[in-house]
């Protein structure tokens, strides 16, 4: 199971974009709490927004997030409401982010995730990849 960020590589002071976090499963999963780390001088998280992952095939699900700027996370729980998994790649969420401070370079990474599968099994991840963006005046 691996994960994915897609988002502009450069960014004005000032300007807000979308930062978009997808995930390709290798099984079905059915939970995926995770937290996320960046600079809150560089960077600021206004909103966070559910994807469509968990939603697969019409089921309902559930979605909570967090942001806390003091420390630069953001934690999120995204837990679909069968008991069947998602199992086709997916957008997990949607970070709507403005750039902060020009003339510096700017990550946004995965700390933790825990995703689980059917039945409550634990489901080994990739390599988490790292977002980088140039931050220019």
Same mark, same amino acid.
């Given at each position: ?28 999963? @059915? ?45 999120? @729980?995204?837990?679909?409401?069968? @008991? ?11 970070? @709507? ?41």
């Amino acid at each position: 199971t691996g994960f994915t960020w897609q988002g502009p590589t450069t960014a004005a002071v000032g300007s807000s974009f979308s930062l978009v976090l997808s995930v390709q499963p290798d099984q079905p999963i @059915t939970s995926i709490p995770l937290s996320i780390g960046y600079d809150p001088k560089l960077l600021e998280i206004s909103a966070v927004t559910e994807g469509d992952f968990m939603r697969q095939g019409g089921q309902a699900s559930s979605f909570a997030s967090r942001v806390d700027t003091a420390s630069g996370r953001v934690f999120i @729980t995204a837990t679909r409401g069968s @008991t069947d998994g998602a199992s086709a790649t997916g957008t997990v969420a949607t970070l @709507t982010v403005k750039a902060l401070t020009g003339g510096q370079s700017a990550s946004v990474q995965i700390v933790a995730v825990s995703p689980l599968g059917v039945g409550g099994r634990a489901i080994t991840t990739q390599t988490l990849p790292t977002y980088t963006l140039s931050i220019t005046q």
